[in-house]
């Protein structure tokens, strides 16, 4: 519906299933993450995925949407800059800080985006990244943690699906092809 939507918990992954059911999210572009964030308590405000709603916009729809494993030493200076630019923080994750950061260098590609975004990272980051402007694309990029890349069969008429997850093991049952990204 040309919106990011999302569904959050602190429990286990079967009560995350039914939020995403009762809550009627349906897509055919996605992220998620089940691990904790190194900064924040383990609190559903603090879970990914992560949105930013542009500067100055907290109750506007979300424009970026991502999920992060590892830890960006630079979080704090990177958060006061973009707070002083206006942004308004949900969490006390440094997760938030790169999907603020990747929405303010967006203009029109979130490729270009996620490359201006990295380059200003400090520390060891595996990120898929979303933008409601973009539906059926997700950006990744890595360094210093693992992502790898996991290539799905292909349907008549139309492209395979594709996953990115930071273990071989999260792709085991839906592709047997893999790609460890450099």
Known sequence: GGELRRARSTSRVAELQANVADEGISASTGIAHTRWATHGAPAVHNAHPHFSHGSEAATRPARVGMVHNGIIENHDELRAALRARGYVFASQTDTEVIAHLIDSLYDGDLFVAVQAAVAQLHGAYAIAVVHRDEPHRVVGARAGSP?????????????????????????????????YLE
């Open 147 to 179: 992502l790898i890349l996991g290539v799905g069969s292909a349907q008549e008429g139309m492209a395979g699906e594709c996953f990115l997850a930071s273990d071989a093991m999260a792709l085991a049952g839906v592709t047997d092809q893999i790609v």
